[in-house]
């Protein structure tokens, strides 16, 4: 098996195939605990996992992929099997399949969806304030992440960094980590992704013009605004974090006590 190291902290893990790949755990939380390393994992689209990397893969002891992708992106470019895993692909709310979200690999694509012009910094922050309500994949994930025998969970979206952004934030609000952590867990993805942006921008540049390239930029970073909008979005509707998780997925205060009884160290 090959041997894949990882960055200091321990969390992501650089897969040859699979970008923005990292282990959630490690956080403190506002009591001085700790997420346990190995339940919760987050990542890009798995179709690109090489042989290694899947063998690697298979030894996280994933229990759960839950895919947060239209099932036109989900078609386009499939998960392989991991042994031992259930997979269940949810798409998240508001998710227009005709755009191109994961076809970064397709300047064509690209182009022809209008991408670069349509996903700009005020459109991408309205779609994050959206996420968090009457969502299926987000009911789907906080019912799987209350079963410890679904536990660790894989979930992912095209770049794993805006529905899986908000998915891991709710997963991390949940367990009591602050919202500065859960921000700086966000803001992990420009790294996880850095290498992946640079060359589909530079495959890009010819085609587009100074303001395409600035809106290309704007779309694929994790800019404090978005997730800011979402977490902004539950406080204004909801009051607190609290009152959201009971009233939005039945995780009253009991529920929440198990859950981090399990996930904490």
């Known amino acids: 098996m090959s041997s894949y190291a990882v960055y200091p902290d321990g969390r992501m893990i650089p897969y040859e195939g699979v970008h923005n790949f990292r282990d959630m755990g490690g956080y403190e939380t506002g009591e001085g605990r700790r997420v346990k390393y190995g339940l919760f994992f987050r990542s890009a689209e798995l179709h690109g996992l ?3 990397d899947l063998e690697h893969l298979e030894t996280l002891g994933i229990k759960t992929v839950l895919d947060y992708r239209h099932e036109q992106e989900a078609a386009r470019k499939p998960n392989p099997d991991i042994a031992g895993a259930a997979y269940e692909c ?9 755009v191109p979200v994961s076809a970064a690999g397709s300047i064509e694509e690209l182009l022809a969806g209008g991408l670069p012009a349509a996903f700009g910094p005020d ?4 779609f994050y304030a959206k996420l968090p309500f009457g969502n299926a994949s987000y009911q789907r994930l906080m019912a799987v992440i209350q079963e410890p025998v679904r536990l660790g969970l894989l979930h992912h979206c095209a770049a794993g960094k805006d529905r899986t952004g908000v998915g891991s934030a709710l997963i991390l609000l949940a367990l009591g980590v602050p919202e500065e952590t859960v921000m700086a867990d966000y803001l992990l993805t420009n790294e996880g992704l850095a290498s992946f942006t640079a060359a589909i921008k530079a495959r890009l540049a010819p085609y587009l013009d100074e303001q395409g390239l600035v809106s290309f930029e704007a779309m694929m970073a994790a800019k404090p605004a978005y997730l800011e909008a979402a977490l902004d979005a539950i406080k204004g509707r909801y009051g607190s974090y609290d009152a959201y998780f009971e009233q939005e997925f039945g995780l009253t205060a009991e529920r929440l006590g198990k859950l981090r009884a399990y996930c904490l160290e």
């Not at 949810?90 to 005709?98: E, G, Q």
């Not at 459109?123 to 309205?126: E, K, T, V």
């Open 90 to 98: 949810i798409p998240a709310l508001a998710v227009d399949p005709s």
């Open 123 to 126: 459109m991408l922050a309205g």
């Open 50 to 52: 090489t042989p290694a």
